[in-house]
């Protein structure tokens, strides 16, 4: 009997003792995970640059794709990520004020060019007021899609408000459509761009894609990391070489 009760002792120990070991693991894993969430185009393709260097720092990169303009913002004020990079600072100040998030951004990476785009006319010219063209719904993306559209003499054009990843799906519904440069990236229809704001101008500078973390981050080990990991000559050298003037590096 006691045999079998030492028997049962050391089984009970060694099985605390994996699972102890696995915990330990599994928490050390984790803290040299950086988990990013993107878009696909171009943000996850930039990121995917960045694992070498962070990688010589002591971590890993894991990049969680998603496909709107919602989700990630949630999924960063939740815990579920370190940092997210798909916006702009005004679409994330707009999203703070609206959802009472608390992000920020930390590093601006790059700027893509809102541009108007071809639908069922192939030209600025000859609008009339029985043309319409799709320009993005949320506050931020329609303000500056509206300021495009005056800036080219067509504020007097209808317009109909749609969210702003199915813009290029729709091309064929409207006379034209203003759609961000991600977006038209993803849905290959960047041979259909009319016309694009000016790189040199001041909107490229308030509309730079950022790294945004959850406000008391700004300053951790994993943020230092992957700002740094985006400063590395590489990234610009791919972001040229891969898009030409659809993203524009701005760091």
Same mark, same amino acid.
């Given at each position: 009997?006691?045999?079998t009760l030492k028997i049962l002792t050391f089984t009970c120990l060694l099985v605390l003792a994996c699972s102890l070991t696995c915990l330990l693991s599994a928490c050390n894993n984790s803290s040299r995970r950086i988990i990013v969430g993107a878009s696909s185009t171009p943000h996850a393709l930039i990121l995917e640059q960045t694992k070498t260097y962070i990688k010589e720092q002591g971590y890993e990169l894991e990049i969680k794709v998603f496909n709107d303009y919602v989700l990630p913002n949630y999924a960063l004020e939740n815990g579920e990520l370190d940092a997210n990079y798909f916006q702009h600072k005004p679409y994330l100040n707009d999203f703070n004020e609206s959802n009472g998030t608390h992000l920020v951004p930390v590093l601006d990476v790059h700027f893509e060019p809102m541009g108007i785009y071809a639908g069922k006319k192939n030209s600025l010219d000859g609008l009339t007021s029985?043309?319409?063209?799709?320009?993005?719904?949320? !506050?931020?993306?329609?303000?500056?899609?509206i300021s495009l559209l005056s800036l080219h003499g067509l504020d007097n054009i209808p317009v109909t408000q749609v969210e702003a990843q199915n813009i290029p799906l729709m091309l064929s519904d409207c006379s034209l459509a203003v759609i961000n440069g991600n977006y038209a990236l993803s849905a290959g229809v960047v041979d259909r761009c009319l016309i694009t704001e000016d790189k040199e101008s001041d909107i490229a500078k308030t509309m730079a894609n950022v790294i945004a973390v959850k406000s008391g981050k700004e300053d951790s080990p !994993?943020?230092?990391v992957?700002?740094?990991?985006l400063r590395q000559p590489n990234i610009g050298e791919f972001i040229k070489a891969k898009f030409g003037d659809s993203v524009i590096y701005m760091v």
């Open positions: 009997m006691f045999k029985l043309d319409n063209i799709l320009v993005p719904s949320d !506050k931020s993306n329609y303000e500056r899609a !994993k943020t230092n992957l700002c740094e990991a």
